[in-house]
């Protein structure tokens, strides 16, 4: 019956003259979308690669010079892509791509892409994720609304109940229906979408993100699924098709357009963000804090006299400048850990408030899973910064570990290529699935209670139908 | 007849819950919109504020002590000496170019809380000076906020479409249309009436709103400049409406069901609002595509590294360039690290200007193909409308940077003369100031009104459109 019922929903959409149109445009954009995301995620990597060698071959062809005057010359890093970044740029656009990585300071993230385009781009761009977040669900809007309102209109849903089909099965019926209408658009962008993402993997297999390619895939199904079930469910409960259509168009807005801007705007008035004045001026006194220096650089000389058995620096063996220097950096590092570290907090903090808000609006959810998946959500930016500075206090602990062994006092001392090689060379690995999801609880158990809920909500409205 | 239909309408209006559901909900999101962009106003003044007030405090340390040094016997290191013009003019005085925001910021965002407001100036290269931004979470870049303006370009739309869509459908659904047809009155000027009555109240509703909000929310409405800014603000509000009520008209004359035609306003809304802007962003950013700025940054450090290894050489062809720098001891000042950083800046400069230029044009051309295809959408002409009205959208910034690029030009001209003479500065009192000159309200009203004319003409047309077809609309189903 569940099939007969399927084929009959699925016949009457697809025969529509409408459907046809629209899902013609929606296949459209998700296949305009998903060539334009796969060009740039190409060009856009192979210009972050080629920068990220070209700074190591810099690196190693400096001149002689003291290791100092090397760590302010310093090295870049260059923020690399996703590869899912082809589907949801994500935060991307809004976060800098390069990193100078320098002596004693870790900088700003600089050059955000989204300074480079004009205002229309906050419209939003159009990436797979804006197809499947924005238009699909609207698509299901004007697939369902009528679903069993213009039954009721025409008075077949009189005849239908007569013939003792159990409401849940109608349910169920339609819903599978609608669902396949949607798949004559979903499948081949998703095949596609796979094809193209495996075609950028050099191994031309799925490797290691096939995990985030399969939840991503789920992660939307699931959103769908929800989104069926909410449309029948309005269609079920409301009087008219015309109600039923206002009603669903109202929750697609407040769900797909304001609850972004409402819940970020929430987010920052419930943790506001310093300004970048405050923040700077905040980080360098604390930097400036010559007595915390000062302290350090006394227990440390203490604690080297000691395992020395000498009593002044300069009977070391060996120079003092080095460590001074590397005791610089560390007081350093904990103001940065400190400063940063309560700056993205703040972010995390602003962020949970968009996962929580997913109570209020499904799409918050998805949203936030689909970044994470892409690998272009904060977390994962946050993870880069944070390997880049490592590597940074990397640079600094050998370069000022060659100073204190090769420093002579009273001479020039200058370092050659042999040390440059041996700053070892940066990489980066994007953190595994599981962390991701760790990351989105909140939005995974947001999803499926309102996926729940939904089925739920179906079931008893279509219990309750009223025929006529 | 007409004023019987007006006063008719506005009684079932006024009798209808729909029109107090949409002025409430209107008043909810304008006034949270209003408030939210009133708070980053005074985000943004509390931060340019702040910015300098910390100026302040660095120069008054600054100025004791260059007085302090005048007592004999005092010393400093030649780095940390704010008499040194190498060092005050690079990294002990800098001071803030600051853009406060326009008189009405508060009724749009824009792209003020993407595009820094204020900077650094030093004697520093352009491309460090310029970089800075404002910090944010980028999260909450990326979701844009609530602000009037949103409220604007995607809310007042739907609910313009809310209260017209079944205004002829309705009636003949109902069969009450062919009893007010029997009257002497055509279906145009029923319509006419229905429609001036709903745009009289929502405008009317928006206008009084939004202003009530201004006031309570603090804003100067009495600044300079804040009462045109306010009129364009209406007028473009206006024109934006009037294009959807025309759209509504036109809907309506096709004698659709209401249903059909909800569908095929959403459907369209759709298209002009969400869809085009985004669209049109793809073709713009695909056709002229900014590379990553990691190119740029190579770009630089190679310069950098080359002009370095110069050094000296260059020095030498920058006093060929400018011999009234060239003082007696040039032979002396070979050797001096501050001439020679001024040389290799300005070389480094030179060598990167082609590739900064060529970001540049990229970003120009897609303003430029933008420019033109904004005449597809009225959302991307009412964003540009209300962005110039606020202050808030990218001209007045590109205007700000114009100034800002010239200051530093002036930062630079007071200081390298002053590093190549060797002098030692004793007032801080006689260094340039960045005070911002606002655009002409001339040019202001040029630009919202080529969006206005733009929004009213397809307006015009799509209700000449549905007025003429009305003639002929079909009185019984």
């Given at each position: 019956?569940?099939?007969?019922?399927?084929?009959?929903?699925?016949?009457?959409?697809?025969?529509?003259?409408?459907?046809?149109?629209?899902?013609?445009?929606?296949?459209?954009?998700?296949?305009?979308?998903?060539?334009?995301?796969?060009?740039?995620?190409?060009?856009?990597?192979?210009?972050?690669?080629?920068?990220?060698?070209?700074?190591?071959?810099?690196?190693?062809?400096?001149?002689?010079?003291?290791?100092?005057?090397?760590?302010?010359?310093?090295?870049?890093?260059?923020?690399?892509?996703?590869?899912?970044?082809?589907?949801?740029?994500?935060i991307?656009?809004y976060v800098?791509?390069?990193?100078?990585?320098?002596?004693?300071?870790?900088?700003?993230?600089?050059?955000?892409?989204?300074?480079?385009?004009?205002?229309?781009?906050?419209?939003?761009?159009?990436?797979?994720?804006?197809?499947?977040?924005?238009?699909?669900?609207?698509?299901?809007?004007?697939?369902?609304?009528?679903?069993?309102?213009?039954?009721?209109?025409?008075?077949?849903?009189?005849?239908?109940?007569?013939?003792?089909?159990?409401?849940?099965?109608?349910?169920?019926?339609?819903?599978?229906?609608?669902?396949?209408?949607?798949?004559?658009?979903?499948?081949?962008?998703?095949?596609?979408?796979?094809?193209?993402?495996?075609?950028?993997?050099?191994?031309?297999?799925?490797?290691?993100?096939?995990?985030?390619?399969?939840?991503?895939?789920?992660?939307?199904?699931?959103?769908?699924?929800?989104?069926?079930?909410?449309?029948?469910?309005?269609?079920?409960?409301?009087?008219?098709?015309?109600?039923?259509?206002?009603?669903?168009?109202?929750?697609?807005?407040?769900?797909?357009?304001?609850?972004?801007?409402?819940?970020a705007?929430?987010a920052g008035?419930?943790h506001p963000t310093p300004?970048?004045?405050?923040?700077?001026?905040?980080?360098?006194?604390?930097?400036?804090?010559?007595?915390?220096?000062?302290?350090?650089?006394?227990?440390?000389?203490?604690?080297?006299?000691?395992?020395?058995?000498?009593?002044?620096?300069?009977?070391?063996?060996?120079?003092?400048?080095?460590?001074?220097?590397?005791?610089?950096?560390?007081?350093?590092?904990?103001?940065?850990?400190?400063?940063?570290?309560?700056l993205f907090n703040l972010y995390e903090q602003q962020n949970?408030v968009l996962?929580?808000?997913?109570?209020?609006?499904?799409?918050?959810?998805?949203?936030?899973?689909?970044?994470?998946?892409?690998?272009?959500?904060f977390?994962?930016h946050r993870?880069?910064?944070?390997?880049?500075?490592?590597?940074?206090?990397?640079?600094?602990?050998?370069?000022?570990?060659?100073?204190?062994?090769?420093?002579?006092?009273?001479?020039?001392?200058?370092?050659?290529?042999?040390?440059?090689?041996?700053?070892?060379?940066?990489?980066?690995?994007?953190?595994?699935?599981?962390?991701?999801?760790?990351?989105?609880?909140?939005?995974?158990?947001?999803?499926?209670?309102?996926?729940?809920?939904?089925?739920?909500?179906?079931?008893?409205?279509?219990?309750?139908?009223?025929?006529? | 007849?007409?004023?019987?239909?007006?006063?008719?309408?506005?009684?079932?209006?006024?009798?209808?819950?729909?029109?107090?559901?949409?002025?409430?909900?209107?008043?909810?999101?304008?006034?949270?919109?209003?408030?939210?962009?009133?708070?980053?106003?005074?985000?943004?003044?509390?931060?340019?504020?702040?910015?300098?007030?910390?100026?302040?405090?660095?120069?008054?340390?600054?100025?004791?002590?260059?007085?302090?040094?005048?007592?004999?016997?005092?010393?400093?290191?030649?780095?940390?000496?704010?008499?040194?013009?190498?060092?005050?003019?690079?990294?002990?005085?800098?001071?803030?170019?600051?853009?406060?925001?326009?008189?009405?910021?508060?009724?749009?965002?824009?792209?003020?809380d993407?595009?820094?407001?204020?900077?650094?100036?030093?004697?520093?290269?352009?491309?460090?000076?310029?970089?800075?931004?404002?910090i944010e979470n980028p999260n909450r870049l990326l979701a844009?906020?609530?602000?009037?303006?949103?409220?604007?370009?995607?809310?007042?739309?739907?609910?313009?479409?809310?209260?017209?869509?079944?205004?002829?459908?309705?009636?003949?659904?109902?069969?009450?249309?062919?009893?007010?047809?029997?009257?002497?009155?055509?279906?145009?000027?029923?319509?006419?009436?229905?429609?001036?009555?709903?745009?009289?109240?929502?405008?009317?509703?928006?206008?009084?709103?939004?202003?009530?909000?201004?006031?309570?929310?603090?804003?100067?409405?009495?600044?300079?400049?804040?009462?045109?800014?306010?009129?364009?603000?209406?007028?473009?509000?206006?024109?934006?409406?009037?294009?959807?009520?025309?759209?509504?008209?036109?809907?309506?004359?096709?004698?659709?069901?209401?249903?059909?035609?909800?569908?095929?306003?959403?459907?369209?809304?759709?298209?002009?609002?969400?869809?085009?802007?985004?669209?049109?962003?793809?073709?713009?950013?695909?056709?002229?595509?900014?590379?990553?700025?990691?190119?740029?940054?190579?770009?630089?450090?190679?310069?950098?590294?080359?002009?370095?290894?110069?050094?000296?050489?260059?020095?030498?062809?920058?006093?060929?360039?400018?011999?009234?720098?060239?003082?007696?001891?040039?032979?002396?000042?070979?050797?001096?690290?501050?001439?020679?950083?001024?040389?290799?800046?300005?070389?480094?400069?030179?060598?990167?200007?082609?590739?900064?230029?060529?970001?540049?044009?990229?970003?120009?051309?897609?303003?430029?193909?933008?420019?033109?295809?904004?005449?597809?959408?009225?959302?991307?002409?009412?964003?540009?409308?209300?962005?110039?009205?606020?202050?808030?959208?990218?001209?007045?910034?590109?205007?700000?940077?114009?100034?800002?690029?010239?200051?530093?030009?002036?930062?630079?001209?007071?200081?390298?003369?002053?590093?190549?003479?060797?002098?030692?500065?004793?007032?801080?009192?006689?260094?340039?100031?960045?005070?911002?000159?606002?655009?002409?309200?001339?040019?202001?009203?040029?630009?919202?009104?080529?969006?206005?004319?733009?929004?009213?003409?397809?307006?015009?047309?799509?209700?000449?459109?549905?007025?003429?077809?009305?003639?002929?609309?079909?009185?019984?189903?």
């Amino acid at each position: 019956m569940i099939s007969r019922i399927a084929r009959k929903e699925f016949l009457e959409l697809t025969r529509d003259g409408r459907y046809r149109i629209l899902a013609g445009v929606v296949l459209v954009l998700s296949l305009l979308s998903l060539a334009v995301g796969w060009n740039n995620y190409s060009s856009l990597s192979k210009q972050h690669e080629t920068a990220q060698a070209a700074t190591r071959t810099q690196w190693l062809a400096q001149d002689k010079k003291n290791p100092h005057s090397a760590a302010h010359y310093g090295m870049y890093a260059f923020k690399p892509k996703s590869q899912l970044a082809m589907v949801d740029t994500g935060i991307d656009p809004y976060v800098g791509v390069a990193v100078w990585m320098e002596a004693h300071k870790q900088n700003d993230f600089k050059f955000r892409p989204a300074q480079d385009r004009t205002a229309v781009q906050r419209f939003g761009e159009m990436t797979g994720a804006e197809v499947l977040q924005v238009l699909l669900p609207l698509f299901v809007v004007l697939m369902t609304f009528s679903a069993f309102t213009a039954e009721r209109e025409q008075g077949t849903l009189r005849q239908l109940m007569s013939l003792g089909v159990s409401p849940r099965m109608l349910a169920l019926g339609k819903a599978a229906g609608v669902a396949l209408a949607l798949a004559i658009v979903l499948v081949p962008a998703t095949v596609l979408g796979v094809v193209a993402f495996m075609w950028t993997t050099e191994s031309g297999l799925l490797a290691g993100d096939a995990g985030r390619v399969a939840w991503m895939i789920a992660v939307y199904l699931v959103y769908f699924a929800t989104l069926i079930a909410i449309g029948l469910a309005v269609s079920a409960a409301t009087r008219s098709s015309r109600v039923s259509l206002l009603v669903l168009l109202a929750f697609w807005f407040a769900n797909s357009l304001l609850a972004t801007r409402a819940a970020a705007d929430l987010a920052g008035a419930l943790h506001p963000t310093p300004s970048a004045v405050q923040f700077q001026r905040a980080l360098e006194e604390d930097l400036s804090d010559q007595q915390a220096v000062a302290q350090r650089l006394e227990v440390r000389r203490a604690a080297l006299f000691k395992e020395h058995n000498v009593d002044h620096v300069d009977a070391l063996p060996i120079a003092f400048s080095g460590i001074s220097l590397q005791e610089g950096e560390e007081h350093a590092n904990e103001v940065f850990d400190e400063h940063f570290g309560r700056l993205f907090n703040l972010y995390e903090q602003q962020n949970r408030v968009l996962q929580a808000a997913g109570m209020a609006a499904p799409m918050l959810a998805v949203r936030s899973l689909s970044m994470g998946l892409a690998g272009t959500d904060f977390n994962q930016h946050r993870d880069f910064v944070a390997a880049a500075e490592n590597y940074r206090r990397d640079i600094q602990r050998v370069l000022n570990a060659d100073i204190a062994a090769n420093q002579k006092k009273g001479q020039v001392y200058l370092a050659d290529r042999s040390l440059w090689e041996q700053v070892p060379e940066f990489e980066y690995t994007a953190p595994p699935t599981q962390w991701v999801l760790g990351n989105y609880i909140t939005s995974l158990i947001v999803l499926i209670a309102w996926f729940a809920a939904s089925a739920f909500v179906l079931f008893r409205s279509t219990a309750r139908l009223q025929v006529d | 007849m007409f004023s019987r239909i007006l006063r008719h309408e506005w009684r079932l209006l006024s009798g209808d819950a729909t029109l107090w559901l949409v002025t409430a909900v209107c008043a909810a999101a304008i006034g949270y919109g209003v408030w939210n962009g009133a708070r980053w106003v005074r985000f943004q003044q509390q931060a340019i504020a702040d910015a300098s007030a910390e100026q302040a405090k660095r120069y008054d340390a600054l100025q004791t002590q260059i007085t302090a040094l005048r007592q004999p016997g005092a010393s400093v290191s030649p780095f940390a000496d704010p008499r040194n013009p190498s060092s005050l003019g690079g990294r002990l005085g800098p001071k803030y170019a600051t853009l406060p925001p326009a008189p009405l910021a508060a009724l749009a965002i824009g792209q003020s809380d993407l595009l820094p407001y204020y900077f650094k100036v030093s004697t520093d290269a352009r491309e460090n000076i310029v970089s800075t931004t404002e910090i944010e979470n980028p999260n909450r870049l990326l979701a844009g906020r609530f602000d009037l303006a949103f409220v604007i370009i995607f809310f007042l739309p739907l609910l313009i479409l809310a209260l017209t869509y079944n205004m002829v459908s309705a009636e003949q659904e109902q069969g009450t249309l062919a009893l007010v047809l029997s009257q002497p009155v055509g279906t145009g000027t029923l319509v006419r009436g229905k429609v001036a009555v709903r745009a009289t109240v929502l405008v009317g509703v928006l206008v009084v709103l939004a202003g009530a909000a201004l006031l309570i929310t603090g804003v100067n409405l009495t600044a300079a400049g804040a009462v045109p800014r306010l009129l364009m603000w209406i007028v473009a509000v206006t024109a934006y409406a009037a294009f959807w009520f025309g759209l509504a008209v036109c809907v309506s004359s096709l004698g659709q069901s209401s249903t059909a035609n909800a569908t095929i306003l959403a459907t369209t809304w759709l298209a002009l609002v969400v869809v085009a802007p985004s669209l049109f962003n793809l073709i713009a950013t695909s056709f002229y595509p900014v590379p990553s700025r990691v190119e740029m940054v190579q770009a630089v450090r190679e310069a950098s590294d080359e002009a370095n290894k110069e050094g000296s050489k260059l020095l030498a062809r920058y006093y060929e360039d400018h011999p009234e720098l060239a003082t007696g001891d040039a032979a002396q000042a070979m050797t001096d690290f501050n001439v020679v950083r001024v040389a290799v800046n300005d070389d480094v400069e030179n060598r990167v200007r082609p590739v900064v230029q060529r970001y540049e044009r990229q970003i120009a051309a897609q303003q430029q193909t933008l420019d033109r295809l904004r005449f597809f959408s009225p959302a991307i002409l009412m964003q540009s409308a209300l962005n110039d009205v606020a202050g808030s959208g990218v001209d007045r910034h590109r205007h700000f940077i114009s100034q800002l690029d010239a200051f530093h030009a002036q930062w630079r001209a007071h200081f390298v003369p002053l590093i190549f003479a060797k002098a030692r500065v004793t007032s801080l009192d006689t260094l340039p100031s960045f005070t911002f000159v606002e655009e002409s309200t001339a040019v202001l009203w040029g630009r919202v009104g080529t969006g206005v004319m733009a929004l009213l003409l397809p307006s015009l047309a799509l209700a000449w459109f549905g007025f003429r077809r009305l003639r002929r609309y079909p009185v019984a189903g």
